[in-house]
């Protein structure tokens, strides 16, 4: 242990990462050298909790994975939110109408650009 480190950057405990006596916030924050000095650059603004700092792209993404199950998760949340349509005695419900919506609603994940770029059906 003479001086070697396991390359781990040493934390505040606090969530701050500590950078020859610079803070630096892991969510906000990145450490970078510029012409042999170490500097802290604050992000941009973080556009949802579930987005992450792509740092080869320079910018926030949601992961793919991340993203199917939040595009899943939201819809399967407009499925249930018209499960009351299927109901034999629902009242003035157009059941063809609403069934063709849910079809739809449950293609969703075939559509080109899935999950990133989603074309939501609109309720009868």
Sequence with gaps: MSGETDGALPTTGEGQTLVAGVRADPVTDRVVVREGVLQVETLPPRPSMHHEFDFQADTWKIPSE???????????RRLKASDWTQLSDA?????????RYRQALRDVPAQPGFPEHIEWPTPP
């Design 91 to 99: 009242p003035g419900v157009a059941r063809n109408e609403w069934q």
């Design 66 to 76: 991340r993203a199917t199950f939040l595009a899943r998760l939201e819809r399967d």
